[in-house]
Nanobody, 122 residues
Framework: VQLQASGGGLVQAGGSLRLSCAAS????????MGWFRQAAGKEREFVAA????????AYADSVKGRFTISRDKAKNTVYLQMDSLKPEDTAVYLC????????????????WGQGTLVTVSS
């Protein structure tokens, strides 16, 4: 499975961005998908995850109510809608795939994309 994240960029605080994670090489319809982020000089942290069915989602407390994860199985793509962005959301955002489940634990994911940079200015 190859994952390609896109949609990052520079946005002002309070603005919105939508990230996409397109999968290729194999369908990810049976994979749970997650978004993680890593700011400069900090450890990678969980952002959001969605089950393979799309029914169940999970969010980090820091983004709950502002970010929404979704998936389009027909397009083999997962999205992260980010609203009310804050400067502390600035990071490289990475998507990942976990066969058969979804988790807040990065170690559970088998495949990772290369990341897309989100910069939120104050």
């Amino acid at each position: 499975v190859q994952l390609q994240a896109s949609g990052g960029g520079l946005v002002q605080a309070g603005g919105s961005l939508r990230l996409s994670c397109a999968a290729s090489g194999r369908t990810v319809s049976r994979y749970g998908m997650g978004w993680f982020r890593q700011a400069a000089g900090k450890e990678r942290e969980f952002v959001a995850a969605i089950s393979w069915s799309g029914v169940t989602t999970a969010y980090a407390d820091s983004v709950k109510g502002r970010f929404t994860i979704s998936r389009d199985k027909a397009k083999n793509t997962v999205y992260l809608q980010m609203d009310s962005l804050k400067p502390e959301d600035t990071a490289v955002y990475l998507c990942a795939a976990d066969f058969g489940g979804y988790s807040e634990d990065a170690h559970k994911y088998e495949y990772w994309g290369q990341g897309t940079l989100v910069t939120v200015s104050s």
